[in-house]
């Protein structure tokens, strides 16, 4: 298995609440990714990052914003949480931006806004 | 933008049926497909990719896919299941051009022992 590690695992947070999840890899692959999953949509990109400090949006970035100051720690933060930003959140990482380059994914964070 | 349809959200098998799972994407150009499968409370794994040449690829655990360019097809096939199968299946895809993945939204595949 890659090495990546999501933290926390399980969070319950109340609604306006900021949240950070933080994803941190031994690999030093390049790139990084968040993903939200919710039943029947699969799994949604909400940002990337291609290098230190360098980020872009995905395809469901609204209310969710990124860092990565170090190569192998990308931190995703809902600054105010809303309840339907509850769902299982994952990381992925991959060496490379070439679409011959799968994708390995972290263990994913289940995180609850009430 | 691609998109990737996998019609089946359901499907319940009893042990060694043979399993087929539907993936339809859109998308004009050159694309790169994947499978992968969550096991219950774990995270992604990849069970098989195509990129080029046979449109039969071959993956972990006895599963296969065909590619059928002419139809946008990426259909993930197994002769005989297993209650180890129980699982949900992602069909995904790539293009040439960079690894952003689209999902399919998940088929949930339950087999009875």
């Known amino acids: 298995d890659a090495g990546i590690t999501q933290s926390p695992r399980h969070k319950v947070t109340e609604t306006g609440t900021p949240v950070t999840l933080r994803c941190h890899q031994t690999?030093?692959?390049?790139?990084m990714y968040w993903y939200r999953q919710d039943p029947g949509h699969g799994l949604r990109l909400i940002h990337y990052?291609?290098?230190?400090?360098?980020?872009d949006k995905g395809e469901v970035s609204d209310g969710y914003s990124v860092s990565r100051s170090k190569t192998e720690d990308f931190l995703l933060t809902l600054e105010s949480a809303t309840s339907s930003q509850t769902s299982v959140y994952f990381c992925a990482i991959s060496e490379s931006a070439s679409g011959f380059h799968e994708q390995y994914f972290g263990p994913g964070t289940r995180l609850t806004v009430t | 933008a691609q998109s990737v349809s996998q019609h089946n959200h359901h499907v319940i098998l009893s042990e060694a049926a043979s399993l087929e799972l539907g993936c339809n994407y859109s998308?004009?150009?050159?694309?790169?497909l994947f499978w992968y499968v969550q096991y219950p409370g774990q995270h992604l794994q990849l069970l098989l990719k195509y990129f080029s040449g046979d449109p039969l690829v071959k993956g972990i655990k006895g599963f296969e896919a065909e590619f059928i360019k002419s139809k946008f097809s990426f259909n993930l096939r197994k002769p005989s299941v297993q209650w180890s199968d129980t699982a949900e299946y992602f069909c995904?895809?790539?293009?040439?051009?960079?690894?952003?993945?689209?999902f399919g939204g998940g088929t949930r595949l339950m087999v009875k022992p």
């Open positions: 690999e030093n692959h390049r790139y």
């Open positions: 998308y004009g150009g050159t694309v790169n």
């Open positions: 990052s291609y290098g230190v400090k360098d980020t």
């Open positions: 995904a895809v790539t293009s040439n051009a960079g690894n952003m993945l689209t």
